[in-house]
Structure formats: structure tokens, C-alpha cells
């Protein structure tokens, strides 16, 4: 278990190093790749009430958020057709069509890393990652709610 969790902050610190690598070399902040990264999960455009349920900042963070890539270009706002009152977010396509270039000439070394598992550890792996994502946003609710 000690190497476990010795790998496993290892893991964790290496993502963020490379979100934070990758975020600069696009000129974002690692947050608003993120939630790039969420919106293009999306299967439309949303609400910066739903942006901040995603990223888990305040609505007022989530719209400085949006701010940050509207003026980027990466993001548009619009009324919702069916509710004024909604503003909604969507992404630019040909600007998400630019992020993808990026990451698909950076995907190839990670495919190539993953081609030397065999079905059932590639399950396992999805399944840990599945579990990950839930338990942690179990703890960034417990950790805003002051749970601690």
C-alpha cells in the first residue's frame, strides 16, 4: 500500500504538471482546459450553471471562466431559443478542431502506452478511472462543504 500511494501521488502530480504544460502552451489556465475538455464531452451546449456543476466552481468563478475563453475564442454565448432568461455556452468548433490537432499529435505516445495491455487490464483501468472521478467529487463536495 506504501507504493501505492507513493506512485499514486506521483501519478496524480504528473497529470497536473502536464494539464499545466499543455495549458500553457495553448495560453489557457489548466481550469478553463479542463472545462474544455468537459464541453467537449458535452452533447450540446450548456449553461455556466452547468459549467461550475462540472468543474465544481461557483457560478461566479464558472462565468469568469467562461469569460477567459470567450475572449479566447474557444467558447460563444447565446440566448436559449426556448427560455431567454438562459444564456447558453457553446464551443467553437474550428477552435475545438485546433485543440484536438494538438492533442492528437500528442495522443500517439499514449495509445502506444496503452497497446501493451491486454483487454481485462485495459478494463481494470477504465474501471479505476471510472471510480476515480467519482470519489473525487465526493471529496471536492467534502472539502467545499467543510466537511473535513
Not at 475564442?73 to 455556452?89: A, F, Q, S
Not at 492528437?104 to 474501471?127: K, P, Q, S, V
Request: proline share 3%.
Amino acid at each position: 500500500m506504501r507504493d501505492l500511494g507513493a506512485v499514486s501521488r506521483r501519478y496524480m502530480a504528473s497529470y497536473a504538471l502536464f494539464n499545466q504544460a499543455l495549458a500553457d502552451h495553448l495560453g489557457l489556465h489548466p481550469t478553463d482546459l479542463q472545462c474544455l475538455n468537459l464541453l467537449g464531452l458535452e452533447p450540446g451546449p450548456v449553461t455556466t450553471g452547468r459549467i461550475a456543476g462540472l468543474t465544481g466552481l461557483t457560478t461566479g468563478s464558472a462565468t469568469r471562466l467562461v469569460d477567459r475563453l470567450e475572449k479566447a475564442g474557444y467558447v460563444t454565448r447565446r440566448r436559449d431559443t426556448e427560455d431567454r432568461r438562459k444564456v447558453l455556452v457553446e464551443v467553437v468548433p474550428g477552435r475545438m478542431a485546433e485543440l484536438g490537432k494538438v492533442w492528437g499529435r500528442l495522443n500517439g505516445a499514449w495509445w502506444e502506452m496503452f497497446d501493451a495491455y491486454e483487454d481485462d487490464e485495459i478494463a481494470l483501468i477504465a474501471t479505476h478511472m471510472r471510480r476515480t472521478v467519482e470519489l473525487g467529487a465526493a471529496q471536492i463536495e467534502r472539502l467545499r462543504s467543510g466537511q473535513l
